[in-house]
């Protein structure tokens, strides 16, 4: 039975109680009022027994009214209000005992159901949305509130596992697309480093095309003063030499000298111009750094006495033997200790020469503490034809270049004006005859 029928049914029936009960007390008291007494011939109630006794004139009972009567009516009376008391007594029980049953009913069948349903909302609200208000004893509307709680909670439950499924789901497609994100990260990553390494051969290509386009210019002139120049030069040097040995005077004598140095740095110019047109192919030999550093100090050591230079070595030990081509990279040092001598104006000047061995790599370093050269032609030092001397072709340290690139090193510079400069030549140790350029 529902709560509110239960509740229906147990005021009317408490309302019916308490209006038989107050009826039954109306009637009583009614008789009360309305009860007779028979004295002689004559009847008369209770009202008119109380009346004759209340007026004056009536004190001596002239109507026929004696004290008989009056306890009589009192006697009636006295059993109508027993009877009222026991009526009120009862309806006051009754009443009692219905507030009883109420209050004992109605928590046991409202409010502990209700705080059970509480308490499982709690536990919902924790998180635990597989638990289950089991069987309440209670109202209909209670068993159907505990169903649909029930029916929700399930519904809830179904809900949950579902989104967390999903999220299972679109954290393994998040997963994913993280690891997608980072292979295509490195990819574009791995792409931008072939576009710059493509963008960097590129650009060295065509400084090689132009590089090749300039040399290929010097090597056709070259040749042009190889047949215009260098046979006529040949011949008047041949003359020089011949008048040479008649020439008797010492001033005439010192001229021709002078024409024929002339001619000799000439032809000089013109081997560099063949050499840097058209470089001598490489020949690997086996020696010893050392020693070919110790040949090229040799070689230039009157320079380096007539300037008073200061002359260190840190040579690499202990000394080894490896694949150059020794007769060219001694070129290139006598170059470089050449151009550290000229570069050395007073006579308090150093020179350190060092070899050593990183990373695979054979290693000259040429340092002196010269006038060093500006920053605004350490960029043009490599040009052909670029020089800072007087007296300078241009092309030692262009054909230098030349030959350390065909033996695939490099060559670099670091210099402050007026304070020195360091040349770097770096060399490979792997070198075979395949793997140097060929001309």
């Known amino acids: 039975m529902t709560l509110d029928k239960q509740i229906t049914i147990g005021f009317l029936i408490m309302l019916a109680i308490i209006v038989a009960v107050s009826g039954f007390c109306m009637y009583t008291i009614s008789g009360l009022k309305n009860s007779r007494t028979t004295y002689g011939e004559k009847e008369f109630s209770f009202s008119e027994i109380i009346s004759a006794f209340s007026e004056e004139e009536n004190e001596s009972g002239d109507d026929g009214i004696t004290g008989e009567n009056l306890i009589e009516a009192l006697k009636i009376a006295d059993n109508q209000i027993g009877v009222a008391y026991i009526n009120i007594f009862v309806v006051a029980s009754l009443a009692i005992l219905f507030g009883g049953i109420v209050t004992i009913m109605f928590p046991r069948r409202v409010t502990k159901p209700i705080l059970k349903l509480v308490g499982a909302t709690e536990n919902v609200q924790d998180g635990d949305y597989s638990y289950r208000v089991e069987k309440i004893d209670g109202t209909d509307e209670i068993a159907r509130l505990v169903k649909s709680f029930n029916k929700m909670l399930q519904s809830i439950e179904d809900e949950y596992n579902e989104i967390e499924d ?240 065909a033996h695939n090193g490099t060559i670099t510079v670091k210099s402050n004006h007026n304070k020195g400069s360091v040349f770097t030549v770096t060399l490979p140790l792997d070198l075979t005859e395949d793997s140097v350029h060929k001309t």
Do not use: C, W
Not at 188 to 203: F, G, Q, S, W, Y
Not at 268 to 286: M, Y
């Open 166 to 405: 999903q999220n299972i789901l679109l954290e393994e497609k998040n997963d994913i697309n993280k690891k997608l994100l980072e292979r295509t990260e490195k990819f574009n990553d791995a792409l931008e480093e072939k576009i710059e390494e493509v963008k960097h051969d590129l650009v060295n290509k065509q400084k090689e095309l132009i590089e090749a386009e300039r040399m290929a210019a010097i090597g056709e002139m070259a040749t042009t003063i190889a047949h215009e120049v260098r046979n006529p030069l040949s011949g008047i040097a041949v003359a020089m030499e011949n008048l040479k040995k008649r020439v008797t005077t010492d001033e005439k004598l010192e001229m021709i000298n002078e024409i024929i140095s002339e001619i000799s740095r000439l032809d000089r110019i013109i081997i560099e111009l063949f050499q840097l047109a058209k470089p001598r192919d490489i020949k690997l030999v086996e020696g010893d750094p050392n020693e070919l550093v110790e040949k090229v100090i040799e070689l230039a050591k009157p320079q380096i006495r007539s300037k008073s230079i200061t002359l260190e070595k840190n040579l690499a030990l202990p000394t080894r033997t490896i694949l150059l081509d020794f007769e060219q990279i001694h070129q290139v040092l006598v170059n470089l200790l050449l151009n550290a001598i000229n570069a050395i104006t007073d006579n308090d000047g150093r020179i350190t020469i060092t070899t050593k061995y990183e990373n695979n790599n054979l290693i000259f370093e040429i340092s002196d503490t010269g006038q060093g050269i500006e920053k605004k032609h350490l960029q043009k030092i490599f040009e052909p034809f670029f020089s800072t001397k007087e007296e300078g072709s241009g092309l030692g340290l262009a054909i230098s270049l030349r030959i350390i690139q």
